[in-house]
């Protein structure tokens, strides 16, 4: 098995941020007692999770990342 090197990590730490991003834009005011129409915006539903979405696959690629040798 091969060691992670400093640029896996720093793709981590990148593809983290964008995760945090993707569901920090899927937080918003909760639907109290009267009905808020904002719950199914298209930020909250579809943007929010596709940002993450990628995040993730991001995260993937960041570990499986193998440099290539300078010989």
């Known amino acids: 098995m091969k060691n992670l090197q400093k640029i896996n990590f720093i793709l981590m730490g990148i593809s983290f941020v964008i995760i945090i991003l993707g569901f920090a834009l ?3 005011p909760a639907s ?3 009905y808020n ?4 915006s298209v930020r909250r539903i579809t943007v929010g999770p596709m940002i993450a979405l990628f995040g993730f696959i991001a995260m993937i690629v960041a ?3 193998r440099p290539k040798n300078k010989q």
């Open 26 to 28: 899927m937080i918003g």
């Open 63 to 65: 570990i499986l990342y």
């Open 32 to 34: 109290g007692e009267e």
């Open 37 to 40: 129409p904002d719950i199914f």
